[in-house]
């Protein structure tokens, strides 16, 4: 049997009605669900929603019965403007950090190698013990540590691997007697921890020769400019943006931008040499100055493992030029990033703003106490007129004034019988329809 599709019946009430599914014979007809009207506390709850205070200005006229009121108006303008200003601030804090804030430094590296079971005299071949297992070997170490400046009061802490994007070693061995290969090449992977030393372990009972290839990280990347836009831009190593940029100014400061399309540029001699265009779109440069770009060059030491003694030590110490974060810029993204303060001055403010609210409704206690002393009666029938009228919008279901109902002038209007006569009328019959199905039962 193949499903029965729902059929939706569509009424002139707008009330979107549930599916009838058709009758099988044997199977008793659905008993039917009553839908509650809901009462009007309920109509009234729903209305009503519990907003949190945020009025934080004190009453008209509170000066008059609190003179110190005006302390609290001034603190509350002094308030506006030192959050302006804060907030100024925060944003010019966001901008710098978007700029890269370098300090160059100085790393300085030491090149070292250790050994392990090799013989006393190297030139003693014979002198050698069948029965020892141990297989000589040696260690090669790379360690580094950063020069501290006199005047500088923080020192970051970055640890040696952070500084090097890629460490090749190139060892100079006999690759039949070494089949593990010569090359030991090291890649910086994401997130992954860094190291303070590179120590990299091989067999070995003689001296060699190796050359050590460091590859500088930076960020952002900076590349190594050709001759002639090096020669342009009198910069040897820059990041891209720095360079689109100089090239810019380059073309601002001579006059090269064209009087109608200031994004259109007009090489001059040195520009078009380089770039071959006599004319290009300042939208062009970053893929024009790719081809003038490189990587920089890599640090390369030559040393030599010795494995006459247990340590040796290069004779030599090589200083590189390195950039790090400005300390200045941890401490800007701590404000930035900080919760801790805004969730203090949040507690205050609402805390103000309860005391505030507190005051609100003193100052409407007080008004509507001396409205009632002066004129009681007037009054009274003044504010329940206002509050039936409050309450009937918020329901917004009967078209009655709930205070007229309450009066006795209210029944004794010329449409009362009529609507008298009907609800009898409705009355009787259900009763009468209950009768006939008590009877039929």
Request: with cysteine; net charge positive.
């Amino acid at each position: 049997m193949q499903p029965q599709p729902h059929v939706f019946q569509q009424h002139t009430g707008g009330m979107p009605q549930q599916p009838m599914v058709p009758l099988q014979q044997g199977m008793a007809p659905p008993a039917m669900q009553y839908r509650k009207r809901p009462s009007e506390v309920d109509t009234l709850s729903k209305h009503i929603k519990k907003k949190r205070p945020t009025d934080k200005n004190m009453p008209p006229k509170i000066e008059s019965f609190v003179p110190e009121s005006k302390l609290y108006t001034d603190l509350v303008e002094f308030e506006k403007k030192l959050d302006a200003t804060i907030m100024r601030k925060r944003l010019d804090i966001q901008e710098a950090l978007g700029k890269p804030n370098k300090i160059r430094r100085t790393l300085r590296l030491f090149i070292s190698n250790t050994v392990v079971d090799q013989s006393s005299s190297t030139e003693d071949v014979n002198n050698f013990d069948l029965h020892n297992g141990n297989v000589s070997s040696w260690a090669l170490r790379i360690e580094g540590k950063l020069l501290n400046v006199s005047n500088e009061k923080t020192q970051p802490n970055q640890k040696l691997t952070s500084f090097f994007r890629s460490a090749i070693i190139e060892l100079d061995r006999d690759p039949n007697l070494y089949p593990e290969g010569n090359i030991i090449e090291w890649q910086k992977q994401p997130n992954t921890p860094d190291f303070d030393m590179i120590e990299i372990k091989r067999k070995g009972d003689m001296n060699v020769k190796c050359k050590i290839i460091l590859n500088l990280d930076s960020n952002p990347q900076k590349f190594k400019l050709s001759p002639a836009l090096a020669d342009l831009l009198d910069v040897k190593m820059e990041t891209k943006p720095h360079i689109v940029m100089g090239i810019w100014n380059y073309c601002k400061n001579h006059k090269l931008q064209d009087v109608e399309d200031k994004r259109l540029i007009r090489c001059d001699n040195r520009l078009a040499q380089i770039f071959g265009y006599p004319q290009l779109h300042f939208a062009q440069l970053p893929e024009l100055i790719t081809p003038h770009l490189s990587r920089p060059d890599p640090v390369i030491i030559d040393y030599t493992i010795r494995v006459d003694k247990p340590l040796s030590q290069s004779s030599k110490c090589y200083d590189i030029d390195v950039e790090l974060d400005s300390p200045v810029r941890q401490k800007m993204m701590n404000i930035v990033s900080s919760t801790q303060t805004q969730k203090e001055i949040m507690g205050l403010d609402d805390k103000i703003v309860q005391c505030v609210q507190s005051i609100n409704n003193s100052k409407i206690k007080r008004d509507f106490l001396i409205q009632f002393s002066k004129e009681p009666v007037e009054f009274i029938n003044k504010w329940i007129a206002s509050q039936a009228r409050d309450l009937e919008v918020i329901l917004g279901e009967s078209k009655v004034n709930l205070e007229e109902v309450r009066q006795s002038e209210f029944y004794k209007q010329p449409w009362m019988k009529e609507a008298v006569f009907h609800y009898l009328t409705t009355k009787t019959q259900q009763r009468m329809q209950e009768l006939l199905t008590t009877q039929r039962g």
